[in-house]
Each structure stands twice: as C-alpha cells, then as structure tokens.
C-alpha cells in the first residue's frame, strides 16, 4: 500500500471562460520510508502540488490519499517546510518552534518542549538568535527556522517545497545533510520539490520531473541508485550520478525547447514590415 496516492488529480482555478486547468492528470505513489524528489520549472504548479498534498487545497477532480485515508485537511503528521517562512512575526526564533510543538504534541510538558526548541533551533545554527523575531533576521535566517519548526513536529511525512533555494551555498549544503541524518534515522517518508538537479540526485531516491502547465503533469521517473550515505565530493566521479544528472537535464531541456516552440506559436508577432502598410 502505497504511503501517499494520487490519482488522477486535476486542478483548476476559476470558472468558465476564465478557467484555467493548472495540473492535470497528476499521478503518484510514494511508499513508506521513500525519498523523492520533483523537479520542475519555476511557475509549472509544483506549490498547487504541495497545497493539495497537505490540505491546502482540495482537487477539481481525482484523489488525494495519505495512509488509505483521503486528505481534507491539514495535519502534523505532514510537516510542510515552505518557501515564503511564514512565520508569525511577533514571536522570537524560540517561540515559533515551540508554538509548533505545542500544536503538535499538546500533552508535552514546558521542559520537554523548551529541550525540543533548543535542539531543533541549535540544529539550524540559531541559537544566538533564539530570543530574536522575524524582522530581526535575514531571510536565510527565517528560512532555517522554518525548517527548524517542521522537524521539530515529528511528522511522519516531510514535505518540502523549495525551502532551501534562499540559503548560501554552505548553509543549504549543511540543511541537507542535516535533514537527510533526520529521515535516515527512522526513514520517515519525504518529499522534496525543487528546481535544483543536484539537490535532487544528492537527497531522493527517486526524481520525477513536472512538466510546464497550463495543465502540467508528471514526466517519467529517474531512479537514483546511488549508495547512501552519498558524499557530495565524491558524486561527480561517480559514473551513475553522470549519467541519471544528464539524462534529467536532457528531459528537461528537450522540455524547455517544446515550450519555447508553443510560446513562439502562440504569441507570433504581427508583420509590421513595409509592405504590409502598401495601400
């Protein structure tokens, strides 16, 4: 039984002549344990994606399943790890992430809670900023207590929608590893969507590219066999990384001709050459 199911999902905003069909016939299945990632231009659907699997959103048609169970609203037990922060801004660093845990575990004592804050905040290198709010931070910054907020809910599936794409190079190395060391302890599900071909081969074992809507979909899959733990230096010897890293981005520019061939198309220029104004 697969983890998470789509079937046949469909979603379309407005109504009418206005309506737009942003994902269309969108199929997937994630089994427990399993790390994929989704790759895909900026502005082809993958937020609507991630909003339908945590109950944000609802599809026009088709079903979302998370454990057999439909999915029709938002719950802890889908950590969601956004790009925008969305963090309340009138708290500190700290109280984000304990407002979190206390959502999720509603039982747990203050001690145990303010240990959770702390290790979670000092995960992400914050803790000199443990007493500071939102407006006091660098959008680095509030992007790590973003993460630092999603893990420390102990869901049984991460979903991340390009939370790392707003860190240095260094900082967005270290959250990798940091949230890989994380799903490599219990093997809980995750799913990552980014537009970054190396995170992807770097962090999933599985790649599955979206194609560019109006009325995106799933490409083929890209299996990733690569042992883990996977060294980061070590990659670009290996002849497998090569070769699935090639084969993507091939599919991905074979992808980005075929829009630009529509765009071209679609949006033809009117001949405004001179013997087109000839009486």
Known sequence: MAY???NNVCKTYGTGVNATEVLSNIN?????????AIVGFTG??????????NGLLEPTSGTVLFKDRPVVDTSHERGVIFQNYSLLPWLTVGQNVAMAIKEAFPKSS?????????????MVGLTPAMNKRPKELSGGMRQRV?????????????IMDEPLGALDALTRGNLQDE????WSKDKRTALLITNDVDEGIYMADRIIPLRPGP???????FKINIDRPRDKTALNDNPEYKKVRNSIIEYLMDIGQERK????????LPDYSPKSFVA
């Open 179 to 182: 949230i890989l060391n994380i």
């Open 110 to 122: 203050k001690a145990d809670r303010n240990n959770q804050v702390a290790k979670y905040v000092g």
């Open 146 to 158: 973003a993460v630092a907020r999603a893990l420390a809910m102990n869901p049984e599936m991460i």
């Open 261 to 268: 061939a529509v765009a071209r198309k679609t949006y033809r």
């Open 28 to 36: 997937l299945s994630i089994n427990e344990g399993e790390f994929v």
């Open 215 to 221: 009325k995106a979909t799933l490409g083929p899959e």
């Open 4 to 6: 998470l199911e789509l």
């Open 44 to 53: 082809s659907g993958k937020t609507t994606l991630v909003n339908l699997i």
